[in-house]
């Protein structure tokens, strides 16, 4: 080999040096912008199974509160029942086991985060709820301050009325026939008949202004 193709060979390894040079300076380019890309991605599904999990669990903790309310209304009607009971009876009430609130915190702190995957007649029923509960509680906290008589019929019969109304929209937010009345609530929860007449003669006396013989 000569002095010139000696030259033209070393000529010809520094051009290719050098382009391999810029492949491999591209290359690290290429990967990182690839990882930017699926980091981001993988970051954005795990962030909405996350929120997804959320309000699945939200949506849990507010059907649990109803739950709790319905409950805690149907008992209660069960014992104002016995209150009226008394009353007629000319007795002294007794000892109610009635809540002094009917709050629903879980409701109340996750329904505005989740109201969106609610119907708007489901979302009716849980703002009704949401409202309700505080005049349920105001009521009861009247009650507890009264005498035995007929004013305090008038308020077991309001309360009666107000929590009939609450767990309508109990029966509502599950899709479920609402019971009409405080008869038919009443009804549903095996209360004997006996009992049922005697809230409806309450009734009958309380729209008579007390007129009726107790």
């Known amino acids: 080999m000569d002095i010139v193709d000696f030259d033209q060979c070393l000529f010809y390894l520094g051009m290719t040096s050098k382009s391999k040079s810029s492949l491999e300076v591209l290359l ?58 008394a009353i007629d009876m000319k007795k002294k009430p007794p000892g109610a086991n009635i809540p002094s609130s009917f709050k629903a915190p879980l409701l109340e702190d996750f329904f505005v985060d989740v109201a969106i995957k609610y119907d708007v007649q ?67 929860l095996n209360v004997h008949e006996d009992k049922i007449t005697l809230y409806q003669h309450m009734v009958l006396n309380a729209e008579n202004h007390n007129s009726l013989e107790l």
């Open 28 to 85: 690290p380019y290429g990967a990182g912008l690839v990882g930017v890309v699926v980091g981001f991605v993988i970051n954005v599904v795990r962030d909405k199974l996350k929120d997804k999990s959320s309000r699945n669990s939200k949506m849990v903790c507010i059907d649990e509160d109803v739950h709790r309310l319905r409950h805690l209304m149907q008992i209660s009607m069960l014992e104002l029942l016995e209150i009226l009971n």
């Open 122 to 188: 489901v979302r009716y029923h849980l703002k009704e709820l949401i409202t309700h509960t505080a005049k349920l509680d105001q009521g009861v906290s009247a009650l507890f301050d009264m005498q035995p008589g007929f004013d305090m019929s008038l308020k077991v019969l309001g309360l009666m009325d107000a929590l009939a109304y609450g767990v309508r929209n109990c029966d509502g937010f599950y899709g479920e026939s609402a019971r009409a009345d405080v008869v038919a609530i009443l009804k549903s």
